[in-house]
């Protein structure tokens, strides 16, 4: 199954990454909150896709203050799972956290950029995955045991 | 610095002998440069990789279980494995026989009909390369024994996905100061800045590299290490460092095939952790396999006075 989650500008979520990753420091600057809120909706978005595309209907609660973190929760349950990016998902609200905290412009464009590049991996492991599904399992680490856990209810 | 695991079993698995063989030869090299005697597993078998594990998750189980066997009965309660997947096998087998009982019992099956000792969780311990070195010698035995500083080589570690995770597998990690982290591993950082690199900040440092995808999807695969590559790049690293021969040989792969199939060009040099500290010790590039590596790092190195 390939799903591609497109923008309203028409643009896919990759597109519209390399483009921040290619505006100028100024420019990422001046909308540097909006922008790590974007980078956050863009890794939200990928997660739902990839839940609704399961079956299941994608949380609206938080984990730690983001839904980011909740919906990998959500989908690292069962089978397939995307447990493999954990990491990425809060590398990415770690990013968000800097960004609004940056002491200098430069720390938040360095910030914004690399962001966008963890995002930018979300995004392309989460679609991977979906045009993959039909060919099975994804994530070769831990099928097994998440079929055990799965089975007696751990997370 | 523990001073354990100066002599411990060897496991190199398959990878090693194959697309992998710098790091067998580099994980040698290092090991006899710091004195830590290694033996290689006597007629060892694969560990069940990603293929058995995903058909017959239960037969990858004895599979590893029977290399644990093999240590034991050669009367070594630690086994090395430098390759994440064998790592990885290794312990989920210990896992899976100390907390399942059908494993348990398909492994006690095979063994009997194989006619060999059956192996119990708990006997042998199974370490990374990463685990040996930080214990084995630690960063302050790196430190005086350094040649070759790294000093000015700005590296990313990466430490793909399988050095990790499931978390559970793993008990011996997230156990506060000296333990590895499951969410910002650094054993491969401390280990490497002792050696006088300097460690970048890399947050994709556990992302996938796409290995799974590398036949049946191989432009995901490649999108996947590009990213790799151009975000190692953009934290101003000169070098990635890697610990898996599956990772480190799909960054070498993709990143040439990202050139060919998508025009984008990457410099960032790709080198095995034993490879950086063999020549901190004074190894030669040739002695540590850097001939061997796709990537083409010698003018790098010789830049630095490495080579």
Known sequence: ?155 | MSGKYKRVAYYPGCALEGTGHAYNRSTKALGKALQLDIVELKNWNCCGAMEVKNVDPKLQTYLSARNLSIAEDMGFDTVMAPCNGCYHNLKKAEYDLANDQASREVNQRLSSKAGHKTYEAGKVETIHALDWIKQAIGEEGLKTRVKNSLKGLKIANYYGCMYTRPRHIFPEKDQGPGSESTSKPHFMDDLLAAAGAENVEYPLKTACCGGAHTLSDSDTSTKLVLNLLTTAEACGADVIATECPTCHTGLEMHQARAEKVFGKKTSVRILYFTQLLGMALGLSARKVGVHENLSESRDLLRDRGLL
């Open chain 1, 1 to 155: 199954m390939a799903v591609t989650i497109r923008r309203r500008d028409e643009s896919t979520p990759a597109e519209r990454l390399d483009a921040i990753i290619a505006l100028p420091d100024a420019a990422l600057v001046a909308a540097a909150t909006d922008l790590a809120g974007e980078l956050l909706a863009i890794g939200e978005a990928a997660l739902t896709s990839w839940l609704a595309a399961k079956g299941a209907t994608p949380t609206k609660a938080e984990v730690e203050g983001f839904r980011l973190l909740a919906l990998h929760r959500q989908g690292a349950r069962g089978d397939p799972s995307f447990n493999a990016c954990r990491e990425t998902c809060r590398e990415l609200a770690y990013h968000y956290n800097c960004v609004r905290q940056a002491s200098d412009e430069a720390e938040a464009a360095r910030r914004i950029r690399l962001g966008a590049m963890v995002a930018r991996h979300l995004v392309l492991f989460v679609d991977g995955k979906l045009e993959i599904a039909g060919l099975g399992e994804f994530c070769c680490s831990s099928r097994p045991l998440r079929l055990r856990d799965a089975a007696t209810g751990q997370s």
